[in-house]
């Protein structure tokens, strides 16, 4: 289905009709990371559209559908113009659970930890993959990101990392990872005003399984044990990634290139960023 048939039906959808358009598309489009420049300017009033329609009290296997369109779009670093802004930032933010600015950090937890349906945890999934590629794709939504405080609110995150569920956790770690990549001013906020360093090694612990017996030792695993899931695995090489950037400065040196070391241990294929 072309572009332009899905705009002007989404001009006077409902919420069943949306959800179908965009379900259509996504369903084509899924694998689709190279797009036709041509266009590019429908692709850009797609957003928005899209962003429009998570302004609304929509029910989440809308929001969920709307998420799945952005995040494909969100693929294409030129059309991310109605994305990268405040507004379309806050509504990211607000559909991944993500609490930022003045808003009180504290109730992330309770807030996660009411969510019911699939559906729901699905909606917080598909906007941290959307956040991951926005962040990734575009300097304006990294400053936004700067703006909007975001990474006080990711380690405010980090501290009930032990409540997460496998995709939540992968995801909002290599949020962080690619926000402290990209924006190496945000890493002296991140290391002394959040404390992100212990925060993320003690994310580490919870993920490895580690029990300290001394001070700088900790236990063997007992032969029965069985082997790091390979989910366990997968956040613990976003934790290591993110602590690299944070370490990575002459008096940390060694601390960078052990946290190195762990990545190239752990990694098992070289996927991209793009979600």
Same mark, same amino acid.
């Given at each position: 289905?072309?572009?332009?048939?899905?705009?002007?039906?989404?001009?006077?959808?409902?919420?069943?009709?949306? #959800?179908?358009?965009? @379900?259509?598309?996504?369903? #084509?489009?899924?694998?689709? /990371?190279?797009?036709?420049?041509?266009?590019?300017?429908?692709?850009?009033?797609?957003? $928005?559209?899209?962003? +429009?329609?998570?302004?609304?009290?929509?029910?989440?296997?809308?929001?969920?559908?709307?998420l799945e369109t952005l995040r494909i779009l969100s693929r294409d670093k030129?059309?991310?113009?109605?994305?990268?802004?405040?507004?379309?930032?806050?509504?990211? +933010?607000?559909?991944?659970?993500?609490? +930022?600015?003045?808003?009180?950090?504290?109730? $992330?937890?309770?807030?996660?930890?009411?969510?019911?349906?699939? #559906?729901?945890?699905?909606?917080?999934? *598909?906007?941290?993959?959307?956040?991951?590629?926005?962040v990734y794709n575009s300097a304006a939504a990294q400053q936004v990101c %700067?703006?909007?405080?975001?990474?006080?609110?990711?380690?405010?995150?980090?501290? /009930? =990392? @032990?409540?997460?569920?496998?995709?939540?956790?992968?995801?909002?770690?290599?949020?962080? /990872?690619?926000?402290?990549?990209?924006?190496?001013?945000?890493?002296?906020?991140?290391?002394?005003?959040?404390?992100? %360093?212990?925060?993320?090694?003690?994310?580490?612990?919870?993920?490895?399984?580690?029990?300290?017996?001394?001070?700088?030792?900790?236990?063997?695993? #007992?032969?029965?044990d069985l082997p790091l899931p390979a989910e366990n695995n997968e956040r613990?090489?976003? =934790?290591?990634?993110?602590?690299?950037?944070?370490?990575?400065?002459?008096?940390?040196? *060694?601390?960078?290139?052990?946290?190195?070391? /762990?990545?190239?241990?752990?990694?098992?294929?070289? =996927?991209?960023?793009?979600?």
């Open positions: 289905m072309d572009l332009n048939g899905i705009l002007s039906q989404l001009e006077s959808a409902n919420e069943e009709d949306t #959800e179908r358009l965009l @379900h259509r598309y996504s369903q #084509e489009n899924t694998q689709t /990371f190279t797009f036709d420049q041509k266009e590019e300017a429908l692709r850009i009033k797609l957003c $928005q559209s899209v962003l +429009t329609v998570l302004g609304r009290q929509v029910q989440p296997s809308c929001q969920k559908t709307c030129r059309v991310l113009g109605p994305v990268a802004t405040v507004e379309g930032m806050l509504v990211l +933010t607000g559909m991944a659970m993500l609490r +930022t600015g003045e808003e009180d950090w504290h109730k $992330q937890e309770t807030t996660q930890d009411g969510l019911q349906s699939e #559906e729901e945890k699905r909606v917080v999934v *598909e906007a941290l993959k959307c956040l991951c590629n926005v %700067v703006d909007i405080q975001l990474a006080s609110s990711l380690c405010a995150s980090l501290r /009930f =990392a @032990h409540t997460w569920q496998h995709e939540v956790g992968l995801f909002i770690l290599r949020l962080f /990872f690619l926000l402290s990549a990209l924006r190496p001013d945000v890493r002296g906020v991140l290391r002394k005003d959040c404390q992100a %360093v212990r925060l993320l090694t003690e994310v580490l612990e919870h993920i490895l399984y580690v029990h300290w017996v001394g001070t700088y030792e900790a236990a063997r695993p #007992e032969p029965q613990a090489m976003e =934790a290591l990634k993110a602590l690299f950037n944070l370490t990575l400065s002459e008096s940390r040196n *060694e601390v960078s290139i052990l946290c190195l070391c /762990f990545v190239i241990m752990l990694t098992r294929s070289t =996927a991209g960023f793009l979600c």
